[in-house]
């Protein structure tokens, strides 16, 4: 089904993340603060401004279990906010970061978090009891550009990145006193900083990379509107490179390890999904819209492009009328977040959110059999 809820908060979103009980959203309006909202009956109402950065917010996360929220900016810092009564009291995070923080998440246990950057590095950090501060452990060397997202895997160990030099990367986070060897996987048998895979399959920016629910599939999107999906990248990775006959994606959900959701440029969520063989295609776009007439002009603009490509259409009059893309959906920009709202079952996911340049936060519904 479509959009079940659409919120216009601001003229434009940068990022945006869920309360454990998704009665409140926090989202940065493209400045430096993070604005917290609370839904009272049907109206949403402004109940904190958390402005401690100095630079545009490109990254917040809000823990499930401590109900902690971390933020990180162009400003290169980060700050996990803790709630103290009403007020959101703010801890600076010592990254030693020379570029801007882009992207955060925590890890699955809540124990450590990862900040990608624009100095070719990722920050783990995670909180010293002893000196009551966060700190970061950086991984180095490894990116030879920006580092665009993260992506924990189910085991808290493991992390995938993709950059914008087009690779995807995959790496050991393991940090002795803070991870267990309690882990059924290898991972924890695995130096921090270790590379595990690297994956060349784009030859463009590299976005949106994320782990299926079970750790086996990892997914991630080209500039180039190619989406890639890998399976068991760790002993003998196999992948699949879809091409996407519209504009690129920038992030991508999995709703559960045969169904996956992609967003980006087009406005409009795609989903895709995986057969009983594992081969994964495209599905449909989950927004419907309608399509409006173009021009004779239109038309015949398509057509020179056709002819310069090679591909040009045979016209019969100037008076063809052609479909234009379909316009008028939820969202009027480019999709620029994606988070998981509420599961069903174990691995199934049924409920989710989407933000974008249009300043809007849209709830959607997807029905996905167990």
């Known amino acids: 089904m479509a959009a079940v ?28 603060e993070v604005h ?16 401690k950065h100095d630079q545009i917010v490109c990254g917040i996360d809000w823990s499930l279990k401590s109900n902690k929220i971390v933020t990180v900016s162009h400003d290169r810092n980060s ?32 124990n450590k978090f990862a900040v990608g950057s624009g100095a070719k590095s990722i920050c783990i950090c995670y909180y010293e009891q002893e000196n009551n501060w966060w700190v970061s452990k950086l991984i180095r060397k490894r990116h030879e550009s920006s580092v665009t997202t993260v992506a924990w895997h189910p085991d ?39 590379q595990i895979a690297q994956l060349d399959l784009s030859v463009t920016w590299a976005f949106g990379v994320r782990w299926s629910p079970s750790g086996t599939i990892l997914a ?17 990775p196999s992948a699949q490179s879809i091409p996407l006959r519209d504009l690129p994606l920038r992030d991508i959900l999995f709703l559960s390890d045969r169904v996956a959701v992609g967003v980006g440029f ?21 927004d419907q819209r309608k399509a409006a007439p173009s021009s004779s002009r239109g038309s015949q603009l398509s057509e020179a492009f056709g002819k310069l490509y090679g591909t040009s259409k045979q016209v019969p009059s100037n008076d063809t ?3 234009s893309k379909p316009r008028g959906g939820a969202h009027e920009n480019c999709i620029t977040c994606i988070v998981p709202l509420s599961k069903r079952g174990n691995t199934t996911l049924c409920r989710f959110s989407t933000s974008g ?8 519904e997807l029905d996905i059999p167990k």
């Open 36 to 51: 917290i909202y609370k839904l009272f009956g049907e109206k949403w109402e402004k109940m904190h401004v958390l402005s």
């Open 220 to 236: 991630y999107a080209g500039h180039n509107s190619m989406i890639h999906f890998i399976d068991d990248v760790k002993s003998n």
């Open 79 to 110: 700050y996990v906010w803790s709630q103290d009564g009403t007020e959101w009291v703010p801890t600076l995070v010592i990254l030693r970061l020379n570029r801007a923080a882009l992207c955060v998440q925590w890890s699955p246990k809540e």
């Open 266 to 286: 087009d406005c409009n969520p795609m989903i895709f999904t995986a057969d009983d063989t594992g081969l994964w295609s495209f599905t449909k776009y989950l």
């Open 5 to 32: 809820a659409v919120h216009q908060f601001a003229e434009c979103i940068t990022c945006h993340a869920w309360s454990p009980d998704q009665s409140m959203v926090a989202f940065c309006p493209n400045n430096s």
């Open 357 to 364: 340049l249009d300043g809007k936060v849209v709830i959607w």
């Open 321 to 323: 009328v052609e479909p």
């Open 156 to 194: 808290n160990i493991l992390l995938a990145t993709t950059s914008t030099d087009g690779k995807c990367r995959v790496f050991s986070t393991f940090i002795k006193g803070v991870d267990s060897k309690e882990s059924e996987s290898s991972s924890s048998d695995l130096k921090f900083g270790e």
